[in-house]
């Protein structure tokens, strides 16, 4: 019963804080629904019926399921930017390289012509 009312603030203080554009996406859609099924369902059938408390357990595990899936979306947009800048300095570096090498050449004639 914690578990449910703690997700269950989760929802309001996620709507409270962006509004009704939180549910703009399909996914935050169905975890509020998950959500509030899940919250009703613990307050109606608490010690009537153990089979339809599973029902619950499995929208809990969704949740789990959801928590690790933004967790993977979030990462993968945080890395993609570094992934940018990462090819953009090897880009760089091969072609400081290149400059480099081509300095030391010209060092080199100009020292053996001396």
């Known amino acids: 019963m ?3 009312s703690l997700i269950l603030v989760e929802l309001v203080a996620g709507v409270w804080a962006f ?3 939180y549910f703009t996406t399909f996914f935050h859609i169905i975890d509020a629904t998950l959500i ?4 009703i369902l613990d307050v109606l059938l608490k ?3 153990d089979d339809i408390s599973s029902l619950v357990i499995m929208l809990r ?3 789990v399921v959801k928590i690790i899936s933004e967790m993977s979306a979030a ?3 945080r890395l993609e930017p570094l992934e940018e800048g990462v090819e953009r300095l090897e880009s760089e570096n091969g072609t400081l390289r290149g400059e480099m090498d081509t300095l030391r ?3 080199e ?3 053996s012509t001396q």
């Open 61 to 63: 595990l969704w949740l």
């Open 2 to 4: 914690v578990f449910s």
């Open 105 to 107: 050449r010209m060092q």
């Open 36 to 39: 509030v099924t899940a919250f």
């Open 109 to 111: 004639q100009a020292t």
């Open 19 to 21: 509004g009704w554009t």
């Open 47 to 49: 010690g009537i019926v």
């Open 75 to 77: 990462t993968q947009a």
